[in-house]
């Protein structure tokens, strides 16, 4: 007689999970700029990520942040560490949802407006930078943990990790230098929305590390049939 699947349909799978995180990390962006410009007629590249907030994907950009801190919230780690780190990250992702920067280019193709805040323009800046500061503490420290033995290819998982969490941590000091800086001569840079594409680059690695964790790639052999396990 056949043996029955334990497995309940109904159950979303802890790397299902993992790379709904990824993918959405990564195609954030891209989906504001296509959206932009299919649905608002915006060929005009906003001053960063956050500034599409007021724009015709406003709406798709919140509900993907709050899908991706949800995500976070939910998910189960590898001990009550893990636990608490992805859920401060979701916590942090739903922060930058709820207090939005203030809009501050004059060619955004805003369709809404709120008034200028100094305190939510900080505290959305600093939600920012502890949602990616977490994110590259899971790379750098969360993945990389095993339950057994070391296998080669979670050496090279580990080092994917490792590339990842070190590429969000310089793109956020990158992004603090860059916006705090009084040097009139950053000022040239403006026009090509460095902002914008450092958070990319933040983002993508992000997914990366995720998508890795996810067993979409770099899969050891012996775990192809597990549903979970590191």
Not at 99 to 128: G, Q
Not at 167 to 182: G, M, P
């Amino acid at each position: 007689m056949a043996q029955k699947s334990t497995k309940d349909p109904r159950l979303i799978s802890y790397d299902t999970l993992r790379k709904a995180i990824g993918w959405l990390g990564i195609l954030l962006p891209a989906v504001m700029i296509a959206g932009n410009y299919a649905l608002g007629n915006c060929h005009v590249l906003q001053d960063s990520n956050s500034h599409y907030y007021y724009t015709v994907t406003g709406n798709l950009f919140t509900g993907i942040l709050c899908a991706v801190a949800l995500f976070l919230i939910v998910y189960k780690g590898f001990n009550l560490l893990d636990n608490i780190v992805t859920s401060l990250a979701g916590c942090f992702a739903f922060g930058i949802a709820m207090f939005p920067t203030n809009e501050n280019s004059a060619d955004s193709c805003a369709i809404i407006h709120l008034p200028l805040n100094e305190l939510r323009n900080d505290v959305h800046y600093w939600f920012a930078a502890l949602f990616f500061i977490t994110l590259a503490f899971i790379s750098l420290f969360l993945f990389t943990k095993s339950k057994g033995p070391t296998t080669k290819l979670k050496q090279t998982r580990n080092k994917i990790y490792r590339i990842c969490g070190t590429t969000i941590l310089v793109t956020v000091a990158l992004l603090a230098i860059y916006s705090l800086s009084d040097d009139e001569s950053f000022q040239q840079f403006d026009k090509h929305k460095p902002i914008f594409w450092l958070e990319w680059v933040a983002l993508t690695a992000f997914g990366i590390s995720w998508l890795v964790k996810g067993k979409l790639i770099l899969e050891d052999e012996q775990n192809k049939s597990k549903a979970h396990g590191r």
